[in-house]
């Protein structure tokens, strides 16, 4: 019986169970560990044609310049493997511009200017990736209003003082509210003729904001793929000046070739800044295949202010739908709007038999696999993020929620 059961999954069309692995229903969002985004079928479409066609990496990340370039505004743009790489990239850019013994050497950089400077309340995290690559990140400022201790958070002049002959750059991390304001601290920035790297890899939607935060002079930026832009879950973009994007796509390309032979994209690098072609550099384990770069062009075809927009009017249809079916079943939850799309159901208080925390290990136990959102766990609140849901999964979210807040009960 054993053995024909895994003949039947062996030859099994599902790859789920040809390779036994769970269905899971993704209610917690575009996170890495769930596997990002669900590509439309544009995108996938997109990848399909040319999975089995050789091409040439060279020519298609400069295609795909051209493309995020002119969406973004800037000189320049690669296509990365995920927001961190860009990280990773941007940062041996500017520490090694077009220095080939530099390049040559990272991450060590005991020998060269290394320093990044860093908001204190920026540090996370990702900036290991700037720390991979040989940055040694020094921290400023103090943020008062958080740690409740004061109304003062990092001051744009507290940056500056920290500048000495071994920084090499900034590292801003942006969100919603932080502080000081990116082009406060990119004019300072530019005054002392250094360069600053953005990580950006959430801040999309808006759209918008693919050009905005270019255009407040930030140096080089990063966005993640495989979130709301819809992406493959490994790209991402790093965009910005012509000559740091250039020392980053040289610094991951792959190098094997004899030199009489290479002639690099002119748009990316201008030979006669280099003595000669480099060996393979530190971005080579940050390699980006052909399907990445043509599915991350397509879903960019697809993200415009009008589809985002369809989107989230679609989602809070689907988040007031599994609402409405808790309503029935006694539940009681709050939909949210702002900042994106979310159903927040409060555990502690009325489920006094369990909690947040034991719901969200319940819906992961069982069949399918359901995982919802854990950012408010420790107010005794799981949330619903549908932007990875299907239509069809809200009936099987709504029950098996029901089990798991009844379960125990009485």
Same mark, same amino acid.
Request: charged residues 20%; glycine residues 8%.
């Given at each position: 019986?054993?053995?024909?059961?895994?003949? %039947?999954?062996?030859?099994?069309?599902?790859?789920?169970?040809?390779?036994?692995?769970?269905?899971?229903?993704?209610?917690? !969002?575009?996170?890495?560990?769930?596997?990002g985004s669900r590509l439309s079928k544009?995108?996938?479409?997109?990848?399909?044609?040319?999975?089995?066609?050789?091409?040439?990496?060279?020519?298609?990340?400069?295609?795909?310049?051209?493309?995020?370039?002119?969406?973004?505004?800037?000189?320049?743009? $690669?296509?990365?493997?995920?927001?961190?790489?860009?990280?990773?990239?941007?940062?041996?850019?500017?520490? @090694?511009?077009?220095?080939?013994?530099? &390049?040559?050497?990272l991450p060590d950089t005991a020998d060269?200017?290394?320093?990044?400077?860093?908001?204190?309340?920026?540090?996370?995290?990702?900036?290991?990736?700037?720390?991979?690559?040989?940055?040694?990140?020094?921290? *400023?400022?103090?943020?008062?209003?958080?740690?409740?201790?004061?109304?003062?958070?990092?001051?744009?002049?507290?940056?500056?003082? @920290?500048?000495?002959?071994?920084?090499?750059?900034?590292?801003?991390?942006?969100?919603?509210?932080?502080?000081?304001?990116?082009?406060? *601290?990119?004019?300072?920035?530019?005054?002392?003729?250094?360069?600053?790297? +953005? %990580?950006?890899?959430?801040?999309?939607?808006?759209?918008?904001?693919?050009?905005?935060?270019?255009?407040?002079? @930030?140096?080089?930026?990063?966005?993640?793929?495989?979130?709301?832009?819809?992406?493959?879950?490994?790209?991402?973009?790093?965009?910005? !000046?012509? %000559?740091?994007?250039?020392?980053?796509?040289?610094?991951? &390309?792959?190098?094997?070739?004899?030199?009489?032979?290479?002639?690099?994209?002119?748009?990316?690098?201008?030979?006669? &800044?280099?003595?000669?072609?480099?060996?393979? !550099?530190?971005?080579? &384990?940050?390699?980006?295949?052909?399907?990445?770069?043509?599915? $991350?062009?397509?879903?960019?075809?697809?993200?415009?202010?009008?589809?985002?927009?369809?989107?989230?009017?679609?989602?809070?249809?689907?988040?007031?739908?599994?609402?409405?079916?808790? +309503?029935?079943?006694?539940?009681?939850?709050?939909?949210?709007?702002?900042?994106?799309?979310?159903?927040?159901?409060?555990?502690?208080?009325?489920?006094?038999?369990?909690?947040?925390?034991?719901?969200?290990?319940?819906?992961?136990?069982?069949?399918?696999?359901?995982?919802?959102?854990? @950012?408010?766990?420790? %107010?005794?609140?799981?949330?619903?993020?549908?932007?990875?849901?299907?239509?069809?999964?809200?009936?099987?979210?709504?029950?098996?929620?029901?089990?798991?807040?009844?379960?125990?009960?009485?």
């Amino acid at each position: 019986m054993e053995d024909q059961q895994r003949l %039947d999954s062996q030859n099994s069309p599902d790859v789920f169970v040809r390779f036994g692995f769970p269905h899971i229903i993704n209610a917690r !969002g575009t996170v890495t560990r769930l596997s990002g985004s669900r590509l439309s079928k544009h995108t996938i479409a997109a990848m399909c044609e040319v999975c089995d066609k050789p091409v040439s990496i060279e020519d298609l990340q400069w295609a795909a310049c051209r493309t995020i370039s002119t969406l973004c505004a800037t000189q320049a743009a $690669l296509v990365t493997c995920g927001a961190a790489a860009g990280l990773m990239l941007g940062a041996a850019a500017m520490l @090694a511009r077009w220095d080939l013994s530099k &390049m040559e050497k990272l991450p060590d950089t005991a020998d060269m200017p290394n320093e990044f400077i860093i908001a204190r309340a920026h540090r996370n995290g990702y900036d290991h990736a700037i720390r991979a690559a040989g940055g040694k990140l020094v921290e *400023v400022g103090m943020d008062e209003i958080r740690a409740g201790a004061g109304v003062r958070r990092t001051e744009a002049w507290e940056y500056e003082v @920290a500048i000495t002959h071994r920084c090499v750059g900034i590292v801003y991390v942006l969100t919603r509210d932080s502080r000081p304001p990116l082009a406060e *601290v990119v004019a300072m920035a530019h005054s002392r003729n250094l360069p600053v790297l +953005v %990580d950006a890899a959430a801040q999309l939607p808006p759209v918008a904001n693919l050009h905005a935060i270019v255009g407040t002079g @930030a140096d080089l930026v990063c966005f993640s793929g495989g979130k709301a832009i819809g992406g493959p879950q490994a790209t991402g973009i790093l965009c910005g !000046g012509r %000559d740091l994007v250039g020392s980053a796509f040289l610094q991951m &390309m792959d190098q094997d070739e004899h030199p009489q032979h290479w002639s690099p994209p002119p748009e990316f690098i201008n030979a006669g &800044m280099i003595p000669g072609a480099p060996r393979h !550099g530190i971005g080579r &384990m940050l390699k980006v295949g052909k399907e990445q770069i043509v599915g $991350l062009l397509a879903a960019l075809e697809q993200f415009t202010e009008s589809q985002v927009k369809d989107r989230i009017a679609l989602r809070l249809n689907w988040l007031a739908e599994l609402r409405d079916s808790l +309503v029935k079943q006694g539940i009681a939850s709050v939909l949210e709007a702002n900042p994106r799309p979310m159903l927040k159901i409060p555990i502690n208080q009325p489920y006094p038999h369990t909690s947040a925390m034991e719901v969200c290990r319940q819906l992961s136990i069982g069949s399918p696999t359901i995982y919802v959102n854990h @950012a408010f766990l420790a %107010d005794g609140v799981i949330a619903v993020d549908p932007a990875c849901l299907a239509q069809d999964e809200l009936s099987i979210l709504a029950n098996r929620i029901t089990e798991a807040l009844t379960r125990g009960a009485g």
